[in-house]
Antibody, heavy 116, light 113 residues
Framework: EVQLVESGGGLVQPGRSLKLSCAAS????????MAWVRQAPTKGLEWVAS????????YYRDSVKGRFTISRDNAKSTLYLQMDSLRSEDTATYYC?????????WGQGVMVTVSS | DIVMTQSPSSLAVSAGETVTINCKSS????????????LAWYQQKPGQSPKLLIY???TRESGVPDRFIGSGSGTDFTLTISSVQAEDLANYYC?????????FGGGTKLELK
């Protein structure tokens, strides 16, 4: 059974950092592109970042470029999102998703709240 | 960026009815190499993560009931749900993956009367 389990969320002050993790199981992690998609409270979905299966290429939306870093450890079947210089507008539930686009499996999401 | 516009934003229907959700992209999503439209539909039930329903505009994901039908090409796409059931109460999103940044429509909230 494919499982994606996010962790690392929480309340953080503006300008600070947070690192999200997504532990994958039930499939060969190194065969799949992975991505992070977020959803602000009561809002729609927004793609954040993607990474190729080898980790050799990464892609970001403009609003997080230079602040967020997506990475992966294929030996540990884990996806990461390092978030620096956080802003209030980064407040959202962050989902990791397999194969995106399109994402055929999604984690349950982890909440990140940026507030003083 | 490719802008995805969904309509309507909300829809109230009775069980058993057929509903249509529209999605329009600001540029064509048709890829000439693979001759495919790079458009997906997701369902998100309250308190849950999104679930992939349709990809390449009309290919149903494994396990998705055949009452969910995706159609369209170019810039105009439709998700049809025939004989709506109570379990279909959810938000529905279209998403283009023709070009980065991958973008979603604003969503359509399906409510039952």
């Amino acid at each position: 059974e494919v499982q994606l389990v996010e962790s690392g969320g929480g309340l953080v002050q503006p300008g600070r950092s947070l690192k999200l993790s997504c532990a994958a199981s039930g499939f060969t992690f190194s065969n799949y592109y992975m991505a992070w998609v977020r959803q602000a409270p009561t809002k729609g979905l927004e793609w954040v970042a993607s990474i190729t299966n080898s980790g050799g290429s990464t892609y970001y939306r403009d609003s997080v470029k230079g602040r967020f870093t997506i990475s992966r450890d294929n030996a540990k079947s884990t996806l990461y999102l390092q978030m620096d210089s956080l802003r209030s507008e980064d407040t959202a539930t962050y989902y990791c998703t397999r194969g995106f686009p399109p994402g055929d499996y999604w984690g349950q999401g982890v909440m990140v709240t940026v507030s003083s | 960026d490719i802008v995805m516009t969904q309509s309507p934003s909300s829809l109230a229907v009775s069980a058993g009815e057929t509903v249509t959700i529209n999605c329009k992209s600001s540029q064509s999503l048709f890829g000439s190499v693979r001759q495919k439209n790079y458009l997906a539909w997701y369902q998100q039930k309250p308190g849950q993560s999104p679930k992939l329903l349709i990809y390449l505009a009309s290919t149903r994901e494994s396990g998705v009931p055949d009452r969910f039908i995706g159609s369209g090409s170019g810039t105009d796409f439709t998700l049809t749900i025939s004989s709506v059931q109570a379990e279909d109460l959810a938000n529905y999103y279209c998403q283009q993956y023709y070009d980065t940044p991958w973008t979603f429509g604003g969503g359509t909230k399906l409510e039952l009367k």
